[in-house]
């Protein structure tokens, strides 16, 4: 005997219950429908139900989808020297967070807020909705505060062994440089701290030891993967004639060093990095 | 899906069937349903700005953290429903007077609501509103996580693909429609311009109609997919190690992922946050006390000062155009039971025995507050009409409009013995906002059917219903 319901659930693009169970759901919605249909009010329920998906699905989403690729798009073109300050916590979530919490409160409770419907409240309640515009934003302030708070520990936290080495080298660092940036060893330990002015590296052929180099006398830094180090060439008749930095990864190191090298060459002078001969102003 | 839904006791289909038909047919072997050529067309008409699905690049997207979505919804949404049901039958439709008073085949098998426990409608209604305030982050958590569908094309590639984004409309427009018209009608916003009553009961059947569909629909691949990965783990996992879920079938996981900026764990701590704060806010409202002042936002989150009569006023005797007048010394309560008519003044109402109650009184807002009442009890005041067992009783109000100046009692709410015609509230007289000269108050009776500025009572025995 030929079954036909196999047939007519491939033409109909799925099992016979869906059907079923669909149809159900459609004659209840019509049975809704005939009830209501001598509402003279019936269009406006209609209009609110079909507003209800659009105002969510292509006005709020888009909104807040909108809001959002905004945001990373001002964190990423905010100035260098904010990005630059190593180890920097992501803002991205802190922004995010209480900018979502006070939507979320303004989406609830915006009749309150916007004093809207003030006749029916205030002959339901004997009240005004005075109050809720100024709750709300100190609600708002309340969270982003929070998070500022919140940032500001984290924020100290991952920058206390950045600051710990910048205080071990204290000594040796100038009061005009500004430290950019730390790279780490495998043992956790800091191996090298690029200020504006020097790359400072630890040094542990003999016994550890902090050394610095001037810009102006490094006539090129390379990363070597394959070993995991760093070389450092200076140039003829500076101070530290070649080094070897290990760490587990440059991170920023080489593009801001590179940056540096190359500034440095233009303050005092233009030189060949390949050749790394003597420039004039050196 | 298919498979597992075969009627039962039918044999294994002869001929080739694919397996994976259905409506979520992998986008990479598309099978279409009939007419083909149409479906086809479809397909290769792509309107032109429409999203593309490489635009979609939230790593966090699957089916995976939709369905923790989903499941917690599927727990939550039944006791929303379930109390919301509850409400309209303790409006007492056998009265008529659950709005909409006329349903069809929609109405609710209706029952004597109980006035034991006292704060029974307190629960309800406040379960009802505060869990589905609670509930709104989830709804729209859901809603983010499945919205890269909405969006992807072809639409459908089947008739049955037609028929369920038509039903996923009716859930999604069902329940955002609900919320809002559930959300407004707590602030007292009537914007929408139609009955709150008619469209919030209507708008629930086509929810709950779409939810069941959904829930029937989804469930395997709901349960499939929660054992996809283990909670346990993802809440373990960092930002960093957050990856995406293994490609799907449904279109939820990225093609082109953009790194986490949050991970998993920590999209449920947002919308968990964001429900706990919903939940600050709104309890207040209903637990009262010292919590009340925590429901910042909402109305009756609100101080009235202090005394003996300052707490929520719902109907003020402004609005009502309540008049000294009417509640001076003139006044009477009229006691109708059938032919025989009382009239008592309220001196004469304080001279009978005063029985003391402390009641909530709870309204469909989901606020209420607990106060304590005296009075005679209604039960007395039918004895007084040689009413001994009464079947109801029709109580008027001094008010000459509103939806709610009349309310009838059901007999176990007159024979209740904290069921009174309150007159002093925290041993002070009403005030006028109040009811003054005399209120209802019943246990686990909704707050709008405790009728203020009571004029008269009918009680009514068997046969005069």
Known sequence: MHNPLPRLGRAYGANPLHLLALVACFALTGYVATRLVSDPLVIRIVIWLAAAVIGHDLVLFPLYAWADRSLKAVLRILPSTWRNQTPVVPPLNYLRIPALGAGLLLLLFLPGIIQQGQQTYQSATGQTQQPYLGRWLLLTAAMFAISAGVYAIQSRRAGAPFRAVVRQLRPLIKPHERVITIAYRSDQHAGALLTTYALYFLDDEDSPAWRRISWADIANIQWHPDTDTLAVAGLPGAPVDHATIRLTAPGNLLEVGHGLINTTRIVTGPVDLEATHPSPGS | ?465
Not at chain 2, 75 to 97: E, K, N, R, S
Not at chain 2, 313 to 323: D, K, S
Not at chain 2, 407 to 424: C, G, H, M, T
């Open chain 2, 1 to 465: 899906m298919s498979s597992t839904m075969s009627p039962p006791g039918e044999s294994p289909p002869p001929g080739p069937i694919d397996p994976a038909e259905g409506v979520e047919t992998p986008a990479e072997q598309p099978s279409y349903g009939f007419p083909a050529g149409l479906w086809r067309a479809i397909e290769q008409h792509r309107p032109p700005g429409l999203v593309g699905t490489r635009a979609w690049r939230s790593p966090l997207r699957g089916p995976w953290l939709t369905s923790v979505f989903g499941a917690v919804l599927l727990a939550a949404l039944p006791l929303v429903i379930l109390t919301g049901l509850l409400d309209y039958i303790a409006y007492g439709p056998q009265f008529g007077q659950a709005f909409p008073s006329n349903v069809g085949w929609l109405h609710l098998p209706i029952f004597d609501w109980p006035t034991r426990p006292s704060w029974l409608f307190r629960l309800t209604e406040g379960l009802h509103v505060g869990l589905g305030l609670v509930l709104i982050p989830v709804v729209l958590a859901k809603l983010w996580s499945v919205v890269p569908k909405l969006f992807s094309w072809p639409p459908a590639r089947s008739v049955a693909q037609v028929l369920e984004r038509l039903s996923l409309l009716l859930l999604v427009g069902g329940i955002l429609f609900e919320i809002a018209t559930g959300v407004l009608n707590i602030q007292y916003d009537y914007i929408f311009g139609f009955s709150f009553y008619t469209g919030h009961y209507y708008g629930a059947m086509v929810f709950i109609g779409a939810f069941v569909v959904h829930v029937g629909l989804k469930l395997p691949t709901m349960i499939k997919s929660l054992g996809s990965r283990s909670l346990r783990t993802e809440l373990r996992t960092s930002r960093a190690d957050t990856q995406p879920e293994p490609a799907d079938t449904g279109g939820l996981v990225p093609t082109n992922p953009a790194p986490a900026t949050l991970s998993r764990r920590g999209a449920l701590a947002l919308v968990g946050g964001g429900s706990l704060l919903v939940a600050v806010l709104t309890a207040g409202q209903t637990i009262g006390g010292i919590t009340r002042s925590t429901a910042l936002l909402l109305p009756r989150g609100r101080s009235y000062g202090d005394g003996p009569n300052a707490f929520q006023i719902n109907r003020t005797a402004t609005a009502a155009g309540i008049t000294t007048h009417d509640t001076g010394t003139g006044w009477r309560l009229t006691v109708h039971a059938g032919p025989r008519v009382i009239q008592l003044n309220r001196t004469q109402l304080l001279a009978m025995r005063q029985h003391t109650a402390t009641l909530p009184i709870a309204c469909v807002e989901g606020w209420s507050t607990t106060q304590t009442w005296t009075g005679v009890p209604l039960r007395e005041l039918a004895a007084l009409a040689s009413v001994f067992d009464p079947h109801s009783a029709h109580i008027r109000s001094l008010e000459q409009a509103g939806a709610f100046n009349q309310a009838v009692l059901q007999r176990n709410q007159i024979l209740d013995p904290d069921a009174l015609l309150a007159l002093r509230v925290n041993g002070a007289d009403l005030s006028v906002d109040h009811g003054y000269p005399a209120r209802i108050i019943v246990p686990a009776l909704p707050g709008v059917h405790c009728t203020k500025w009571v004029e008269s009572i009918e009680f009514r025995s068997d046969g005069h219903a």
